[in-house]
């Protein structure tokens, strides 16, 4: 069964950093594509940031320049990256991995939290 696990959320200040996680447990991580979506309660959830199996990426237009999303396939893990951190980041963030051939997987979610 698979399984991913965020960490790496919390508090931080306007400004400030933090490095998500995101281990898989139950498959390969190297035969799937990644992302990192995040969501605002009553909103809709959108595309932080993905980086496909050739390691090609991709972020949105709000994070671009700020985040960097990384993958160690050896570690079964994603990364995101975020720095400079704004109070609109806040949200819920959950980690993806995709492949048509081998099925779609979400994670339970990480908040996080841009604060003074």
């Known amino acids: 069964q698979v399984h991913l696990v965020e960490s790496g959320g919390g508090l931080v200040q306007p400004g400030g950093s933090l490095r998500l996680s995101c281990v898989a447990s139950?498959?390969?991580?190297?035969?799937?594509?990644t992302a990192w979506h995040r969501q605002v309660p009553g909103r809709q959830r959108e595309l932080v940031a993905r980086?496909?199996?050739?390691?090609?990426?991709d972020y949105a237009t709000s994070v671009q320049g700020r985040f960097t999303i990384s993958r160690d396939n050896d570690k079964n893990t994603i990364y995101l990256q975020m720095d400079n951190l704004k109070p609109e980041d806040t949200a819920i963030y959950y980690c993806?991995?995709?492949?048509?051939?081998?099925?779609?997987?979400w994670g339970q979610g990480t908040h996080v939290t841009v604060s003074s």
């Open positions: 993806n991995i995709y492949r048509s051939t081998y099925g779609n997987y």
């Open positions: 139950g498959t390969k991580l190297n035969v799937y594509h």
């Open positions: 980086i496909n199996i050739g390691t090609t990426t």
